[in-house]
């Protein structure tokens, strides 16, 4: 009784407090069966600033209004503040999105490694490079990131791939957008824990209650995400998204996929997150089999189940059984759940040149187009007159109409290549170019272990053929392509094998040659140089 | 080089990477496992019993690995050689690993064909339901930092070259092979699994690959902890019995040469050195692994030596897990040990440092020996003709004559040396060509006729009478040991085993080719040489063709080598005796 009071006391005191500064917190968690028995899991945490506005560049040599926050994560609203961004991606993955098996993501940034992109307004005492160079560092210390490594060497600006999400406010300042990806960085506990430490629950209670170190870590796919963005008429949102695919199969001990919050996440949800104006878990229901699914959702349909943490029983502890299968059988043909389906290898065994070749298919009966996106470090160097198109062994260059090209400059800036390729229906293309490795200065090679180099993912955003859309008669294959507009397809990274010293190895030789020459040269000059006389001791000098 | 197999020789091989760790894990392939590889056997033994296609065996394992849940495809290729064509069908799986961005891959592998025999046709069938009981339990766990990629290989070597090449995107004038759909990082390293026989007693290690290359003694050293600890199966080097009656000592040998341990520890050595320097020469793989360090991937073959008993699938099962575990942990290539190394005995190894000088040392004495005789060439050792004019003051009769210096023709002998290894790529040339093949008794008779006969004509020179020019063969023998001396002793870097064959056969004969008066020695002495040039033609019919395919099928430079390198500085050598001296 006591217990309740305070808590009661407790939330009607948070709620007033959230009423006078209007800022919302809404979590949800969306879990969706996946066709190879996986489970993908997304949750997302967004809080909005009602009526906020990002800080106008202008005003940054000026004091700044005082920030005063309730939900709203202040250490990240400084940051925001004191650089003037208007939006900004920041995601962290680890692992490789499987498109063909799990179709599109729900969260969209799923490029391995950690990739930051934000929107900035220009003006003011501090330049957009300045700024950016600041945001990199201010983020790596807020979330223990090598994001201090995004640095000029991998920051481009391509425009047209990375549009923002929100709204851009005063029409009259020019944006410019910041993009660098990182493929190397690895994403663990020391990323985890100060990202729940944003969240006003942490991971107490609530949805975010189920953000379990040890069984996210261990999942086949996993990544934090946070996203900013202004919303014209509403304020500044942040939202906090982890993403993870988990497979029940692999953990359960009798190969079936039944899962459960507890399967999967190891906890159940003991208590709602008394701040949050909803809490909502949404579970997509498999389709054309016999499943049972407990507890009782608050709604139902027949393709979502939607349950209100709130007004749930707890703990709650969600789950969806296959009562007919005493064990999970893999399908053995999954069909691509994509529109395309791309494939990225770098061949060539030498250190010297190698050859990047795509192979981009299109899955559907109707001509589409994609936007292609490299943005790679100067460690790779394009020779773009050798860039072919080939569909089925014929030469077909006009399917790919280059957009802009920026190339790179050794030591100094990385290369930009944007592209929209024509993809006919049902068919394969394959893009081939030559790609030549450079020397590094010695400085340049990491002090630690040297497995090669990561080199970021490539981005394809596939769209309706502007033919296909004229010519399309089915409304749905339509709908289907405008949904899947802006969805932005990430390949795997690739590494590179650049000539590297054995840094001991010479050193340990020069150093050995050195000596035995020196004593080599020190004895033969001494021999050859001297000159040996008989010295005759006069004895009557002596004496 | 007779020293080399020495038992004082060599040191113990030793684990030089720290993040290797070799041994330290659980291993977790348990009988479960074990009973679902014998039923993979049977399944794979009821395709062979009915005769299936390639085809077909394909099918079979590209759903079986589906039905593990794993992305899998096949690959068709097609060779085309001199000796006619070869198709297959190869099946490939990708486990992509949880959480790694799938940059880095290892590779488990068998070929459908045991290197029993060479390929003989021996089914390895046991190594691919190991592949197949492996890829459904080894998919299970979440540690692994690289992918895993099971690859099955149709027939000995050709299946993985049509593979590993498409994997790599480098493309072969005769072969014809599909491109892979499916893709992962970069290989690192690969273990390729033999096991033809019903059980085994040993497991043997093989790593010669093609060229003479040899992967990171890492591996090996790892793989040889592994077994012996965490599998307690023991390894040896190739599939020679450890026991003592398997050296074959002849029974009239005393007593205290058969119990000496000393002799024993020296017979092991050189069996197994010469079987090194067997495969290492002729730039053999010896194994499918072999075909894999042409990409700087570092793989090796286990060979379960067929034997009634002890160890079975569940041995082989734990000792692969164990050494991909041990691989797994790989932060960077394997660079930390020796990539040159001569191995004695599982676990005794010689450094470059050891074997190297004995190659090196004959080419520096050839070297020299060529060096005197250009000095030799340079000047004349003329008697007076009148004695006891010039140097009464001095007397004796060593004095009685002058040094004369005279010239040296040193284009003469450069236009001999360059025409006779323009005549090893006629020869090279000549037997690339189908009817060569297809005529197993003229065709080498007059291969060999050719390159012997085109010198005689040097016979009928005249003889030379002493003039202020060195005579041509003095030359040509100069110049020839200084070309065999280099030759030697930069190939001893790229392949020890084939420099020191060279500077064994060639080394003495080269030295001693000397000119006579005599016709009939001169003629001898040149039949000699030509045999030791070009007597491989019709004397060794079997390793020409098994040279010759693999210089077509997976780029061996052997064959040309021999042809255009080897047998055209022994031929110098023997125009050198043909050619008339000088009165």
Redesign the interface.
């Known amino acids: 009784m006591r217990y309740s009071f305070k808590s009661f006391v407790c939330t009607l005191c948070l709620g007033v407090t959230v009423a006078a500064l209007s800022e919302e917190f809404h979590e949800e968690l969306f879990l969706r069966p996946l066709r190879?028995?996986k489970v993908s899991a997304r949750f997302s945490f967004s809080t909005l600033l009602n009526g906020a506005v990002p800080r106008d560049p202008e005003t940054l040599g000026a004091e700044d209004e005082s920030q005063l926050y309730t939900l709203f994560p202040l250490a990240l609203g400084q940051i925001l503040r004191e650089y003037a961004v208007t939006e900004l991606h920041l995601t962290l993955n680890?692992?490789?999105w499987?498109y063909?098996r799990w179709g599109y993501p729900d969260e969209p940034g799923v490029g391995?490694?950690a990739e930051l992109w934000a929107w900035m307004g220009e003006g003011g005492i501090a330049s957009v490079d300045n700024r950016w160079l600041g945001l990199r560092n201010a983020l790596a210390g807020l979330f223990c990131a090598s994001l201090g490594s995004l640095d000029e060497q991998r920051t481009t600006s391509p425009v047209l791939t990375f549009q923002p999400e929100g709204s851009l406010p005063n029409s009259t300042v020019n944006y410019r957008l910041r993009h660098a990806t990182l493929?190397s960085e690895h994403v663990c506990t020391e990323n985890l824990t100060p990202f729940l430490k944003l969240l006003p629950c942490k991971s107490l209670s609530g949805i975010a209650s189920l953000l379990n170190p040890h069984k996210l870590?261990?999942?086949?796919?996993?990544g934090l995400g946070m996203h900013v963005r202004y919303l014209e008429g509403a304020g500044v949102e942040v939202r906090l998204a982890t993403q993870a695919v988990l497979?029940p199969?692999?953990t359960s001990s009798d190969k079936r996929r039944d899962w459960s919050l507890s399967a999967i996440f190891d906890r159940r949800i003991e208590k709602a997150c008394p701040v949050a104006r909803s809490s909502v878990i949404r579970v997509r229901l498999p389709q054309n089999e016999t499943y049972a699914i407990v507890p009782s959702p608050s709604t139902m349909d027949s393709i979502y189940a939607t349950y209100l943490v709130r007004e749930m029983e707890k703990p709650l502890d969600v789950a969806i059984l296959w009562p007919e299968e005493t064990k999970f059988?893999?399908p053995?043909?999954i069909e691509p759940q994509t529109h395309i389906s791309v494939?990225r290898?770098l061949?060539?065994?030498s250190q010297h040149a190698g050859?990047l070749?795509l192979?981009v298919t299109n899955n559907h009966d109707t001509e589409l187009q994609a936007g292609y996106l490299e943005t790679m470090p100067w460690l790779l160097q394009f020779y773009l007159h050798t860039l072919h198109a080939e569909i089925d062994g014929v030469l077909r260059d006009d399917l790919v109409k280059l957009i802009s090209y920026t190339p790179a400059l050794p030591h100094v800036q990385p290369a930009l290549l944007q592209a929209v390729l024509t993809l006919p229906p049902r068919s394969t293309m394959r893009l081939t170019m030559d790609v030549v490795k450079p020397f590094l200065a010695y400085t340049e090679h990491p002090p630690d272990?040297?497995?090669?180099w990561?080199l970021p993912p490539a981005v394809f955003v596939p769209f309706a053929s502007q033919n296909a859309s004229q010519i399309g008669s089915d409304p749905q294959q339509g709908a289907v392509l405008s949904d899947v507009r802006s969805t932005r397809m990430y390949t795997?990274?690739?590494?590179v094998?650049l000539a590297t010293p054995?840094f001991s190895m010479p050193y340990n030789v020069i150093i050995m040659s050195c000596t035995l020459i020196a004593l080599i040269f020190g004895m033969v000059f001494n021999t050859l140089t001297r000159k040996f006389v008989v010295v005759r001791v006069d004895e009557k000098k002596s004496s | 080089m007779i020293a080399i197999p020495l038992p004082t020789l060599g040191q113990g091989t030793y684990i030089d990477e720290n993040a290797l760790q070799p041994g330290q894990v659980n291993t977790y392939w348990h009988w479960g496992d074990v009973h679902r590889a014998d039923r993979y056997l049977e399944a794979l033994e009821a395709l062979r019993d009915r005769n299936a296609s390639s085809t077909e065996i394909a099918g079979y394992l590209v759903a079986e690995f589906r039905r593990a849940g794993l992305a899998a495809d096949t690959q068709e290729y097609t060779f085309t050689t001199t000796g006619g064509s070869r198709t297959g069908v190869n099946t490939y799986a990708v486990s992509p690993s949880p959480r790694a961005s799938g940059t880095e891959a290892m590779v488990i592998s068998a070929s459908w064909l045991s290197r029993t025999g060479e390929g003989d046709g021996t089914l390895n069938l046991r190594g691919v339901s190991s592949v197949l009981s492996l890829a459904w339990f080894l998919k299970d766990s979440s540690l692994w930092a690289k992918d895993l990629i099971f690859v099955v290989t149709d027939g000995y070597l050709d299946g993985m070259q049509a593979w590993v090449t498409a994997y790599h995107g480098v493309s072969q004038p005769n072969l014809r092979a599909e491109a892979l759909r499916l893709t992962s990082g970069v290989i690192w390293t690969a273990l390729n699994i033999d096991y033809p026989g019903h059980s085994f007693s040993h497991l043997g290690v093989f790593f010669e690959g093609l060229n003479g290359r040899l992967p990171n003694q890492d591996l090996i050293n790892s793989f040889q902890r592994i077994s012996q600890y965490t599998g307690g199966v023991p390894v040896l080097v190739y599939d020679h019995q450890d026991s003592l009656e398997s050296l074959g000592l002849p029974s009239w040998t005393p007593d205290i040469m058969k119990n000496s341990d000393q002799l024993k520890e020296y017979g092991h050595r050189v069996r197994n050195v010469l079987r090194h320097v067997g495969y290492q020469a002729r730039g053999q793989a010896s194994g499918v692994h072999g075909l894999l360090h042409q990409f700087r991937i570092d793989a090796i073959t286990l060979f379960a030596i067929p034997a009634t008993g002890p160890h079975g699938f569940h041995s082989i099962g734990r000792v692969v897990e164990s050494t991909l575990r041990t691989m797994n942990n790989l932060l960077e290539r394997l660079h930390a040990s020796f990539f040159f190394f001569l191995l004695v005995r599982p676990t005794t190894f010689l450094k470059i440092g050891s074997f190297l000088p004995s190659a090196i040392l004959v080419s520096v004495a050839m070297m020299l020996r060529g060096l005197r005789e250009w000095v030799n060439a340079g000047s004349v050792w003329v008697p007076n003709a009148t004695p006891g004019e010039k140097n009464e003051t001095i007397g004796g009769p060593a004095y009685n004559g002058q040094w004369l210096r005279r010239q040296r023709p040193v284009l003469k002998a450069i236009v001999i040396m360059v025409a006779s290894h323009a005549l090893g790529m006629v020869v090279f040339y000549l037997l690339t060509r189908p009817w060569y093949l297809h005529d197993p008794i003229f065709a080498p008779l007059i291969m060999f006729g050719l390159p012997a006969i085109a010198p005689l004509p040097t016979l009928l020179l005249p003889k030379k009478e002493v003039t202020n020019e060195a005579p041509l063969s003095v030359m040509l023998k100069s110049l020839n040991l200084c070309l065999t001396s280099t030759v030697i002793s930069i190939l001893s870097m790229l392949n020890f085993s084939l420099a020191a064959v060279i500077a064994f056969l060639a080394g003495v004969p080269l030295c001693y080719a000397s000119y006579s008066t005599n016709v009939a020695l001169r003629v001898l002495r040149y039949v000699v040489h030509i045999f030791l040039a070009f007597g491989w033609i019709v004397l060794l019919r079997g390793e020409v063709l098994k040279a010759i395919s693999n210089w077509e099928l997976l780029g061996v430079w052997f064959a040309p080598f021999v042809c255009v390198v080897y047998a055209p500085l022994v031929l110098q050598s023997a125009v050198v005796c043909l050619l008339p001296t000088e009165g």
């Open positions: 190879d028995g680890a692992g490789k499987n063909d391995t490694g493929p870590f261990d999942a086949d796919w996993h497979d199969v692999r059988v893999y053995t043909a494939h290898t061949n060539g065994a050859h070749a192979t272990a040297q497995r090669g990561d795997p990274v690739l590494l094998d054995d």
